[in-house]
C-alpha cells in the first residue's frame, strides 16, 4: 500500500461548489503539506501543519482552508471552487529536521468548470 | 525568502548521451537541496538531496548533484541517459521552520529523450 495516498485521484466540478480533497499517510510523519501544481509554475505551498493543533499559511492560501484530523489525515477543501484553481494538488509529508525529505502522494487532478 | 531558478524549461538529449539540468538558488543561510522527479501521471519521488559536507552528492537511478556555494548552484547530471528518463525534475530549496523543511520549487525542466 502507498504511504502518502490521496482522494480522490480526479474531480470534476462546478464553479462555486464546495470541495474537499483528503489526504492519509501511513509513515508516521508529523508535518503534512498541500502543493498546488500548475504548467509553467512549479509546485506552490498553499498550507501546511507540523502538528495536530499547528496550521500555518502558506504562499497561495487565499480561497483554501485545511483542516488536520489527527496525525494521519490532513484534509484541503475550497469552499466555492472557482475556475483558477483548477489544478494537480499534491499532500506531502515529512518527518522532523531539515534534513529530512518530503514524501509526495500521487496527486488529484481537479477541474473547477 | 527563498528561490529557485530552472532556466531550461525544455531539454531534449540522445539516449545514450550526458545530461546536466540547471539550477539556482537564492537563500540566505546553508541551504538544504533537493532533486526531485515526477513520471507521467505521477507524484513527486526524490532523486538526492544535499545537506552539508561532501559538495558532490549521489542518488538513485545513477543520477549526481554539484552544490557549489559560490555560483549558487545545485546542477544535476547524469553520464547517459535513458529513454525511461523522460520526465519533469524539480530542484528544491529547505528552508528550516518548526523542526521541518519548507520547500520552495523551481518552475521544472522537462526532460526528453530521443531515441
Known amino acids: 500500500d502507498a504511504d502518502v495516498t490521496q482522494t480522490p485521484r480526479n474531480r470534476i466540478t462546478k464553479t462555486g461548489k464546495r470541495i474537499m480533497l483528503e489526504c492519509s499517510q501511513t509513515?508516521?510523519?508529523?508535518?503534512m503539506y498541500w502543493y498546488r501544481q500548475d504548467p509553467g509554475l512549479g509546485l506552490r505551498l498553499i498550507y501546511y501543519s507540523f502538528d495536530v493543533k499547528d496550521i500555518n499559511k502558506g504562499e497561495i492560501s487565499d480561497g483554501y482552508s485545511v483542516s488536520r484530523q489527527a496525525q494521519a489525515k490532513f484534509s484541503l477543501s475550497l469552499e466555492s471552487a472557482i475556475p483558477n484553481q483548477t489544478a494537480l494538488y499534491f499532500c506531502?509529508?515529512?518527518?522532523?529536521?531539515?534534513?529530512?525529505?518530503?514524501?509526495f502522494g500521487p496527486g488529484t487532478r481537479l477541474t473547477v468548470l | 525568502a527563498q528561490s529557485v531558478t530552472q532556466p531550461d524549461i525544455h531539454i531534449t538529449v540522445s539516449e545514450g548521451a550526458s545530461l546536466e539540468l540547471r539550477c539556482n538558488y537564492s537563500y540566505g543561510a546553508t541551504p538544504y537541496l533537493f532533486w526531485y522527479v515526477q513520471s507521467p501521471g505521477q507524484g513527486l519521488q526524490l532523486l538526492l538531496k544535499?545537506?552539508?559536507?561532501?559538495?558532490l552528492v549521489q542518488g538513485i537511478k545513477g543520477f549526481e548533484a554539484e552544490f557549489k556555494r559560490s555560483q549558487s548552484s545545485f546542477n544535476l547530471r547524469k553520464p547517459s541517459v535513458h529513454w525511461s528518463d523522460a520526465a519533469e525534475y524539480f530542484c528544491?530549496?529547505?528552508?528550516?521552520?518548526?523542526?521541518?523543511?519548507?520547500?520552495?520549487f523551481g518552475t521544472g525542466t522537462q526532460l526528453k529523450v530521443e531515441l
Open positions: 509513515k508516521g510523519h508529523d508535518r
Open positions: 506531502a509529508t515529512s518527518d522532523y529536521g531539515g534534513r529530512n525529505e518530503q514524501f
Open positions: 544535499y545537506f552539508s559536507g561532501d559538495t
Open positions: 528544491a530549496v529547505g528552508a528550516l521552520e518548526g523542526g521541518g523543511n519548507k520547500l520552495t
